[in-house]
């Protein structure tokens, strides 16, 4: 069997293994790496750096690929010779490798600029896992970072950095940033982002020197100005490798050079990738090492064609809510329709040459990317209206954009994924929702921004096409929930206005405000910036508003059962303030109606009482019946679990409002069926039931577990509690939450998950406990001197009289 | 008749930011709200149903009602939702800061809930 040798273990080399083994086994494959890992998608690195990805996300091919596809990997060895007389490489451990095929894919490194010091200790480079694993470690609060460089990956590595608490600056050698793929304008609308985002951009600073005795202290530019840093990333650009094609004697000029065969001047030795240059070009992005693996794969397995004519050039910055994409040759194209919205911090450029698209910069909004790449891939002509060459015009039939893309239209740029191929993954393998999609043939498993095109050609093709049901909270931060829920975890935002300001509209509304408060509540187990102005009215002192703005008080009462004590404080209460209603709630507790926001906290003093929360999306109750205490047909005692249960759980907040309940046996006197969770005693046990309701909607709750033991039950209610904190859509009811999700994957990822997965959710479960407090504390301890007390103008006595010749204006 | 005169109300500090706070001046209830450094007062009921405005939620220069969320505008009075009727505006007043202090105009001797029918604006905003 032919012995095919591959040089670099990256994603240029491994996309053209892949295909080179769809053609059959017809190589005995060895590949060297010299980085210590499998094959990673090293596009993601900043996702990576930023925190949204952990390294085991980004693997391409795990090592049972490597083993089950009879490749030889040999991880950590750099070549360091070809000898391409007797047909052999050697590598920096010695041995030597005799090929029959050369495969060099050996991509490219970060350019180092010549400046002075960039051996100190502190300055890296962005360009592999170990750069990003080594920037992780120092990345910090109190760290302040210098990235030099303004391209993608210097803007990317930047976001990254900051996520993680540095104070970060940018700096730039040329007047604009990404001026690769950005005109000035473009450029401009970007470093407002940026800058936005909290990252300071220096534009025409040429770094002279990186300063410090061993560590980095500082940077010097041209002018003599200096900047303090203590870390700095180089991310100036890149080099292709070239050493291995000059020691195999082919013809290297910038890159190795490549025919439309991806053949090399030798006959048995190839190149792909960004190691490699073709017609003239060195590409630096992931779409083309694809379109270059296929050809390269055909041409090795004896095949004459397809070939490889040149990619259009498109590049996707990917920092969240720093939409930009620019692609094809804008500058240099006669005609142009520009669009503008400085508001909205979007822009558009669309470059024409002989009546067919040059060209495109979209910041801001990038949705319409893949028009713009189908013009670029087709040369269509762009005869037609002139505005609409900015925005598609609206269209009656919703599958009419999809249906007028060719099978042959690339859709997944990173992993090179088409229309054809996702129909025929549709039709051929039943795919009907987007992770199958995904699984099935990789699209939008690279950078996601492809994400809604392959959900709409779904929507359009599949005929049992299920929506993975998004909800966005409202139009100030248009983000569906669990995206939204990962974007505030992975970039480490604490407060609703901070969300807002990078990823909305910078204001807010009384809908999503509220929502965005629980979701960093809850992600931060109450270790978020609280901004009460962000809270509804009840939120913010902790009572329910009434129609004439008065306030109603139900104090906790555990299980449902209180004191001669109790009651007779509530009647003192009652009395003392003249409380115009006493009124016994639903919920097995007592509501004081009626009462002044003044008078709030003096009426929590005098109750002695917690909150019950009855003015809040948080735990409400725990209604319990007498159970085996002294009912004489009660199997469990209800009481005492349904008091423990709702010690574990008050003072904590949820999507929506819960309301539960414990009973001593099925005849489920206090209605444990119809509440959010409930525990029904049996002979010898409990069943745990969640997601009923008795409102709004009524509904009988789903069985979530049968155990044996008070204890368990309780756990069970805890784990399904969490979960649906951590999970449901803002102001989804554990009924409609259940309901969506089914029962089945209910359980799953709650009582039957691992026990990693049951134990990380009690954790974080305790985390907000332990954080938790009880409302009421405020009545003494007011976050804000005017929470409750009213506001006497300073001029008070004077304005019933006539006027005071001092304010009189 | 229309005499009206500036009144100190309280520090600055007293007003959190993008909250509103009431007080009492002579014999109407106003509300303030802190949009940043700036002070915007008006009156403190709905046009809806009097709900308390200084407990609403702030978004951009309007505040959403806590009864049943109508918005209404903090410079003009305006109700911007629900759209498409004619509902009363709110009275606003002007406001200043003098040395830390929010200082507002009110009218002298115009009681509450008298409205000047010449001088009613009715809104017709169409705002989603």
């Not at chain 1, 929506?656 to 005693?681: F, S």
């Amino acid at each position: 069997m032919t012995r095919l040798v591959v040089v670099g273990n990256g994603m240029a080399g491994m996309a053209c293994v892949e295909q080179i083994i769809k053609h059959g086994p017809k190589f005995r494959i060895t590949v060297f790496g010299d980085e210590t890992h499998v094959n990673y998608n090293r596009v993601m690195l900043s996702s990576v750096l930023a925190g949204e990805k952990s390294a085991d996300d980004i693997v391409i091919h795990s090592r049972e690929w490597y083993a089950h596809n009879e490749i030889d990997l040999r991880v950590g060895v750099r070549i360091t010779g070809v000898d391409p007389i007797r047909k052999t490489v050697t590598g920096d451990d010695g041995r030597v490798t005799p090929y029959d095929k050369l495969l060099i894919a050996t991509g490219s490194s970060a350019w180092m600029p010549p400046i002075a010091g960039l051996d100190k200790d502190g300055v890296f480079a962005f360009r592999t896992l170990d750069d990003t694993r080594e920037l992780l470690k120092r990345a910090g609060p109190g760290t302040t970072a210098v990235v030099i460089g303004g391209g993608l990956l210097g803007l990317e590595a930047a976001r990254g950095l900051q996520v993680h608490g540095c104070q970060v600056t940018v700096v730039h050698l040329m007047a604009t940033l990404m001026e690769r793929q950005l005109d000035p304008p473009g450029g401009q609308y970007l470093v407002a982002k940026m800058e936005r985002l909290g990252i300071r951009v220096l534009l025409g600073r040429s770094t002279t020197s990186i300063l410090g005795k061993k560590r980095v202290e500082a940077v010097e530019f041209s002018d003599g100005e200096r900047l303090d840093a203590d870390l700095v990333v180089v991310a100036a650009g890149i080099r292709p490798n070239v050493e291995i094609g000059r020691k195999a004697g082919i013809e290297v000029k910038r890159g190795i050079v490549v025919n439309d065969y991806m053949e090399t001047s030798s006959p048995d030795v190839f190149a792909v990738g960004e190691c490699v240059e073709h017609r003239g070009i060195c590409y630096g992005l992931v779409a083309p090492l694809y379109e270059q693996g296929k050809v390269l794969a055909a041409t090795l397995t004896g095949h004459r064609g397809p070939t490889y004519t040149g990619t259009v050039q498109a590049a996707t910055l990917k920092i969240m809510g720093v939409d930009v994409f620019s692609a094809g040759d804008w500058a240099n194209a006669p005609d142009h329709v520009r669009f503008e919205d400085p508001g909205q911090g979007c822009y558009r450029r669309v470059a024409i040459k002989d009546g067919k698209l040059a060209g495109v910069i979209l910041v801001g909004d990038t949705s319409d990317s893949h028009r713009y790449m189908e013009w670029l891939r087709t040369g269509a002509d762009l005869a037609g209206p002139r505005r609409e060459l900015l925005f598609p015009p609206p269209s009656s039939d919703a599958g009419l954009d999809m249906a007028e893309m060719a099978d042959s239209a690339t859709v997944c740029g990173c992993v090179g994924v088409t229309k054809g191929a996702i129909i025929r993954a549709i039709h051929e393998q039943g795919v009907h929702t987007l992770s199958q999609l995904k699984e099935c043939t990789r699209a939008s498993t690279g950078c996601g921004t492809c994400a809604s095109l392959c959900q709409g050609l779904l929507r359009a093709v599949a005929p049992d096409f299920e929506d993975e049901k998004k909800t966005v909270i409202c139009a100030c931060v248009p983000f569906a929930e669990d995206r939204l829920r990962d974007i505030l975890k992975s970039q480490k935002l604490r407060s609703v206005h901070q969300v807002l300001e990078i990823y909305g509209n910078g204001i807010g509304c009384e809908v999503c405000k509220p929502a965005l408060s629980y979701m960093l509540d809850m992600l931060w187990c109450g270790n978020h910036d609280e901004d009460r102005s962000a809270r509804f009215i009840n939120d913010r002192v902790h009572a329910n508003i009434q129609k004439d703005g008065t306030f109603s008080v139900v104090p906790r009462i555990r299980g449902g059962v209180t004191s001669a004590d109790e009651l007779r404080r509530i009647a003192d209460v009652a009395d003392k303030y003249s409380v115009p209603m006493v009124k016994i709630t639903g919920s097995q507790r007592i509501d004081l109606l009626g009462i002044k926001k003044a008078d709030l906290p003096a009426v929590w003093a005098d109750l002695g009482m917690p909150s019950g929360q009855a003015y809040t999306k948080g735990v409400r109750m725990v209604k319990t019946c007498v159970g085996t205490e002294f009912c004489r047909f009660g199997t469990q005692d209800s009481t005492a679990a349904g008091i423990e249960l709702e010690r574990r759980f008050e003072q904590l907040y949820t999507p929506h409002k819960v309301k539960m309940a414990t009973v001593g046996c099925p005849r489920n006197c206090a209605e444990a069926t119809v509440k959010d969770i409930g525990l029904v005693g049996i002979e010898g046990g409990w069943q745990v039931v969640v997601g009923g309701a008795a409102g709004k909607s009524v509904r009988k709750a789903d069985l979530l577990v049968t155990v044996e033991q008070t204890e368990q039950a309780l756990e069970a209610a805890e784990l399904f509690f969490q979960y649906y904190r951590e999970n449901a859509n803002y102001l989804e009811r554990t009924y409609d939450f259940v309901e969506r999700l089914g029962i089945e994957k209910v359980r799953k990822e709650t009582v039957y998950a691992p026990e990693p997965v049951r134990q990380a959710l009690r954790d974080r479960f305790m985390k907000s406990k332990a954080r938790a407090r009880d409302a009421w504390l405020e009545g003494k301890d007011p976050m804000h001197p005017t929470q409750f007390a009213p506001l006497k103008p300073i001029d008070s006595r004077s304005v019933r009289l006539q006027a005071d010749p001092k304010v009189l204006a | 008749m229309n005499e009206s005169r500036w009144v100190r109300v309280a520090r600055c500090e007293s007003f959190p930011l993008r909250e509103g706070r009431a007080v009492q001046v002579a014999d109407r209830e106003i509300a303030i709200f802190n949009l940043g450094g700036e002070f915007l007062a008006t009156d403190n009921q709905c046009p809806h149903k009097g709900g308390p405005l200084c407990d609403g939620i702030v978004t951009g220069r309007s505040v959403v009602c806590p009864l049943h969320t109508w918005k209404i505008n903090l410079e003009s009075g305006c109700v911007e939702r629900p759209g498409g009727i004619a509902a009363p505006a709110v009275q606003t007043y002007p406001s200043r800061v003098e040395d830390g202090i929010v200082v507002v105009c009110v009218p002298v001797g115009t009681p509450t809930g008298w409205v000047d029918s010449e001088k009613i604006q009715y809104c017709h905003i169409t705002q989603a």
